[in-house]
């Protein structure tokens, strides 16, 4: 499948991304936010993919909706369009929930019981744990994903619920909420999930009851933030796990760097290697439309928009994310030849 983001000259100015290298720190706030209603503008009208709708709740979505967030490690924030409409966070709380349990378990383990190698299969595929012997091969994936829910310490399902809430809710500065609705319409059609689950268990690699880590899989996905609640939480990874906004650390540094670690290897699934090689920076999509990139040292982007392309990723989102890595210097591989090298 060819990537929404193929054609840089479309999209980006190619004497800006060639001056915006990953050295030395983000632009002014000016120039951030006049980037951020440059972008929101340039790409409005933009309705290239559908909404997704295997989850009935997610196909009422409005396709128009868009917004775009921006947040600095020193603690400022800046946004454009509907940054403040509220949207289940689905599979970008993958992710987080990683770190939360890397932070719990530690760098060695959740390697050995999750893995990080891509599937370079759909992020759902069964098929991917079958040829790989059981392996969830990656907390980004459905099976990963799983597998690190079922890996969150507590006696009981209320307590491991808690323990992943109130994580997430720490990375974004304020207390997240479960959408009923999408909990609802989700643990209804979520047979799939239920299925892979139980893949796993037969092959042992499951740490706990396949139909409770189901359901709290479930419950993650369904928690409803905001644009710029994405943006604090990438800010946060960003940042050495301590909350730019509200100064709480959350994570150590070493878990922020296995995190972005797994987000460059398949936090979009099929198309990661596409991503980095456009873009330069690790990020994390979900199917409700919400996208977040993080660039380490400097802050975190994010985008809302639910029209998606193929493999289940925002195609605004994508296209926005890809504008301001070079608008804004973030490509972490980019750089210029340091001054008395001769280049």
């Known amino acids: 499948m060819e990537s929404v983001i193929h054609d840089a000259e479309d999209i980006v100015d190619p004497k800006a991304a060639q001056a915006a290298v990953s050295t030395g720190r983000l632009p002014s706030d000016e120039a951030v936010r006049a980037a951020l209603s440059r972008v929101h503008r340039r790409f409005r009208d933009d309705r290239g993919g559908k909404v997704a709708d295997y989850i009935p709740v997610l196909a009422e979505a409005d396709p128009e909706l868009f917004g775009i967030a921006l947040a600095h490690v020193g603690g400022s924030l800046h946004a454009v369009g509907d ?21 719990e378990l530690g760098h060695h383990t959740v390697r050995r019981r999750i893995g990080v190698n891509s599937t370079g299969l759909p992020f759902d595929s069964v098929l991917a744990v079958e040829l790989n012997h059981g392996s969830p091969m990656n907390p980004m994936v459905n099976a990963g994903a799983l597998a690190t829910a079922a ?5 009981s399902p ?4 808690e323990f992943v809430r109130r ?5 974004a ?3 997240l909420r479960l959408d009923q609705r999408v909990y609802a319409s989700e643990a209804a059609t979520n047979q799939r999930n239920e299925s892979i689950a139980r893949l796993l268990d037969s092959y042992g690699v499951l740490a706990r009851d396949p139909a ?13 933030v905001c644009v710029r609640d994405l943006a604090v939480m990438g800010a946060t990874l960003a940042n050495g796990g301590v909350n730019p906004l509200t100064g709480d650390r959350v994570v150590s540094p070493g878990v922020c760097r296995d995190t972005l670690a797994a987000l460059a290897t398949s936090g979009l699934y099929e198309r990661s290697g596409d991503w980095l090689y456009e873009v330069g920076m690790p990020g994390k999509s979900g199917v409700s439309g919400g996208i977040v990139t ?3 040292g400097k802050g975190s982007i994010a985008a809302f928009s639910p029209r998606l392309d193929p493999a289940g990723n925002s195609v605004r989102g994508q296209r926005v994310t890809h504008y301001l890595s070079g608008a804004l210097g973030l490509d972490l591989f980019a750089s210029t030849p340091h001054p008395g090298s001769g280049g």
Request: hydrophobic share 40%.
């Open 83 to 103: 940054a403040e409409h509220l949207f289940s966070i689905q599979s970008v709380s993958k992710a987080f929930v990683f770190a939360l349990v890397d932070q």
């Open 151 to 155: 890996l969150a310490p507590g006696d």
């Open 294 to 296: 993080v660039a380490p």
């Open 167 to 171: 994580g997430l809710s720490r990375f």
């Open 158 to 161: 209320e307590e491991r619920w």
């Open 173 to 175: 500065g304020r207390e």
């Open 212 to 224: 409770t880590t189901t359901d709290l899989y479930t419950r993650q996905c369904s928690l409803a």
